[in-house]
């Protein structure tokens, strides 16, 4: 079995996402005094060095490339299986973003090793004897999760915002070990183009801190406008709900719930959303929920820890104004 | 073209969970099951790819007990040709590593020009199938596609997926696996003739035998193993606040400020 815990970290636009931190942080508490590592692949990651080694990251394995500025889960899964099975590390965690959960379980079948998708909680006391816990039916059970058989090291995606962020290590320096890389021929699926959203466009969903979502209860796809700017004042990220999503007024992207995404901001603002089963999966375990509804019966109220009963239409314009006053230093 | 799309039966969404006694697993009694939602779009993405190129056929696979083969049946009716069930004991309770080794087996013995798969189906959320079983059978692999053209000419694709923070527009040699998330198309209810019709397609069943696997070593391939069950912790029923809209929202800011501490 091998030695030290790594985690794999995706710059994106050269920039480390906060879960790479997160993952640092964890890495550091389960290594038990053995290395922490980190798989670094991409293309000008002098800040996401400078990052990794800030926040108590050891050694790392530096793949720059101008060939490698974009994903590709071929290039990549071949880089990091071989790099796997050459040192062998005890335990190896990737972020599970879009990429991340595509690219593990390919390397995991390359490297024989088992892999738990989608961790919120790491419960052993070192790398060795990893469990993992992870929600599974929609969030509605939680598995802990442990590896059998003798393959190679024990993987993990993680969850964005789950996971305490790490600290930083004064005086850090990491052993940076320079990969070679040559562009192999014969790649089968190639990226042809990244689309950016328009300038202006909010936070990611799943990375934001803050959320606020709007259902049925917003009426037309215009009213959306209010959420946006109750959002806008606390710097969040609008997200809807599937009624809102199937009645066309937002971008399936934004659908948070059972066919959406799994959220877990710090504050989760449901504005007119009933809080269907459905919905819950997808945000009850946001640190802190506040819901705004007219129906005082709504289910939402169940999970909220503050919970307004009132129209949206007359709620969100004060409460975003306010929020507005107090983000600009003016008391309340 | 032959395209083929991997299917999982799982609980209903509406389904109650509850955990079983053993602590490690799920009472199944009175669950109500369904083909897992995002494999629908991959049946649906099998049965207009062919219905646009003549000549297709659409196989549907699935791993599982006896009740599969009502998801199954479903798929039938919605269009696909032919089933195929990989029904053996050693075939169950296994992770992705079974799993994807069972169907690379059986998919190893057919024609395939495209294989297509839900995101992750609902149940375990591992999300690692498609991934694992792209890999198996050393193929490209592209999840979470929302948008799917086919040139069937020079057997290629080209896909479209949200990313966080953008939209990837990949283009990939076929064979090739994908994995479908919702927004692809809007699956199709089967009327009642499809239903009728579907009972003359032929559902053909393969045991460990049948792929030249060996039983007894299959359970081996897992590589993860469910310790315990929990239920995720209860969220208790926090303050309602009701009355006039400055005075309810003043408070709820006061009690964000100084109860949660979080604004």
């Given at each position: 079995m091998g030695k030290g815990i790594w985690i794999v970290a995706e710059p994106r636009d050269s920039k480390l996402p906060r879960v790479a931190l997160e993952m640092a942080g964890e890495a550091r508490r389960l290594s038990g005094g053995e290395e922490v590592g980190a798989v670094l692949i991409g293309h000008n990651l002098e800040s996401s060095v400078a990052e990794l080694e800030k926040y108590g990251v050891q050694k790392i394995f530096l793949y720059d490339h101008a060939d490698l500025t974009n994903y590709n889960l071929e290039i990549y899964s071949n880089l990091l299986s071989e790099l796997v099975l050459k040192e062998s590390p005890a335990a190896l965690m990737m972020a599970a973003t879009t990429h991340g959960r595509e690219l593990a379980p390919a390397v995991a079948m390359k490297v024989k090793s088992g892999l738990a998708s989608d961790c919120i909680a790491f419960p052993a006391e070192n790398a060795g004897s990893l469990q993992c816990i992870r929600p599974a039916y929609s969030g509605k059970v939680r598995i802990t999760m442990e590896y059998t058989g003798d393959g190679g090291p024990k993987m993990a995606t993680v969850r964005p915002n789950q996971l305490a962020m790490g600290e930083a290590v004064e005086g850090n320096k990491a052993a940076i070990v320079k990969m070679e890389f040559q562009k192999p021929a014969n790649v089968r699926a190639l990226l042809q183009e990244t689309k950016k959203p328009e300038s202006g466009e909010m936070v990611e969903l799943t990375e934001a801190t803050i959320i606020v979502s709007g259902g049925r209860g917003l009426k037309e796809a215009a009213n959306f406008s209010l959420c946006e700017s109750l959002a806008k004042a606390l710097g969040g990220a609008v997200g809807a709900s599937r009624m809102a999503v199937d009645a066309g007024w937002r971008e399936h992207k934004y659908q948070v719930g059972q066919t959406g995404k799994v959220v877990t901001p710090d504050i989760y603002i449901a504005c007119g959303i009933s809080g269907a089963i459905q919905h819950q999966v997808g945000m009850s375990q946001s640190k802190c929920i506040i819901a705004i509804n007219k129906d005082k019966e709504a289910n939402i109220f169940k999970i909220a820890d503050y919970g307004i009963v009132g129209d949206i239409f007359e709620v969100i314009p004060v409460l975003a104004e306010e929020c507005k006053k107090m983000r600009s230093g003016v008391c309340a | 073209m032959n395209i083929i799309a991997c299917i999982k039966q799982v609980p209903d969404t509406e389904t109650v969970i509850k955990i079983d006694s053993?602590?490690?697993?799920?009472?199944?009694?009175?669950i109500k099951y369904v083909v897992n939602p995002y494999d629908e779009f991959a049946v649906e993405e099998a049965v207009r790819i062919k219905e646009k190129n003549a000549g297709s056929t659409v196989t549907v696979i699935s791993i599982g007990p006896a009740r599969v083969k009502d998801a199954l049946k479903t798929c039938l009716a919605m269009g696909a040709d032919k089933a195929l069930h990989l029904c053996d004991d050693a075939f169950l309770n296994g992770d992705a590593h079974l799993v994807a080794n069972v169907l690379a087996s059986a998919i190893r013995t057919l024609p395939h020009d495209l294989i297509l798969v839900g995101?992750?189906?609902?149940?375990?959320?591992?999300?690692?199938v498609g991934s694992a079983l792209a890999s198996l059978l050393d193929l490209p692999f592209v999840s979470v596609i929302n948008r799917l053209e086919i040139t069937a000419e020079s057997k290629k694709a080209r896909v479209q997926r949200d990313i966080e923070g953008g939209v990837e527009v990949i283009e990939s040699s076929l064979p090739a696996v994908f994995s479908c998330q919702k927004g692809l198309n809007e699956p199709r209810y089967p009327s009642l003739k499809d239903i009728m019709m579907a009972k003359k397609k032929e559902i053909k069943e393969m045991k460990a035998s049948d792929l030249s696997l060996d039983a007894a070593s299959l359970q081996g391939l897992s590589r993860t193993r469910v310790v315990k069950m929990e239920y995720p912790p209860k969220r208790k029923e926090g303050i309602k606040l009701e009355g006039d809209v400055n005075e309810v929202v003043q408070k709820l800011l006061h009690l964000l400020r100084e109860e949660a501490k979080i604004l």
């Open positions: - | 053993t602590g490690r697993d799920i009472e199944t009694q009175g995101k992750q189906a609902i149940d375990d959320d591992s999300a690692q």
